[in-house]
């Protein structure tokens, strides 16, 4: 092999050293642009008054992409009590949030945990502080799972309750209808010259607490007089053995 075929090689290997690198490099690229992202959920356990979930979204869209965003309405109970008293709006009680990558989501809830949600004075919601948690291994189908059975828990609570208040209002038209046909029996006896059985009730009311105390007032006074009565006889008794004893010895000492 001359000089001249080896320069060649050379210049050719110098020039396809750079071209298998980029060509790498390029490969690399493509498998980052192409790779599937795993999705990270975090929790939500504050949301302050008026909060929606646009404004979620705006807030969190700055730190990454997200998915989707659900928050927790207030229970029908506190709505109903906010009408009474004037108030339509509809706040939220806890949220979840799904990023599209689970690493971003990990960062967010780690750098912004306890910090405000606002950071201009003049914002909305600066007075607020974040309350996020990242959920290891929770997947957006477990909480509409969970969602699904806290909804059927409580339409059985609530078929229960229908049921208990119907049970309630037979029996008490039950009693009513039994009174009405007591009453019209009554009637009917009195108008055939009858007399009418009329049941009562004997219900004994529970002693005050001045009748107790005059009970037990009652009770000491009579044990008294017992223990004294018992001494009276006693000395009566007493008395009479002295007597006896007496008219004994004087007898004795006359004879």
Known sequence: MTTAQGDEEEEEEEEGG???????????????????FVPGIVYIGHIP????????R??????????RVF???????????????????????EGWVEFRDKRMAKRVAASLHNTQ??????????????????????????????LAYQRIVQQQRLRTEVSQAKKETNFYLNNVEMSSNLDKDRKKRRRDGGQADDKTWDFTQRQTEEEIQMKKNKKKDSISQKHLDK???IQQKSQSNVSLLTKIFNSNKSQ
């Open 71 to 93: 928050l927790q309405p207030e229970d029908l109970q506190v709505r109903r009590r906010k009408k009474k008293s004037g108030l339509r709006r509809c706040d939220f009680t």
């Open 18 to 36: 750079p071209a298998v690198e980029d060509a790498a490099v390029m490969k690399k690229k493509m498998k980052f642009k192409d790779s599937k």
């Open 231 to 233: 001494a009276r006889s």
């Open 49 to 56: 008054p008026k909060l929606r979930p646009k404004h979620l």
């Open 117 to 146: 949600m606002g950071n201009r004075k003049r914002h909305r919601f600066s007075a607020d502080l974040w309350s996020i948690k990242y959920l290891h291994r929770f997947q957006w189908t477990h909480l509409s799972e969970q």
């Open 58 to 67: 705006n807030m969190l869209s700055v730190h990454g992409e997200i998915g």
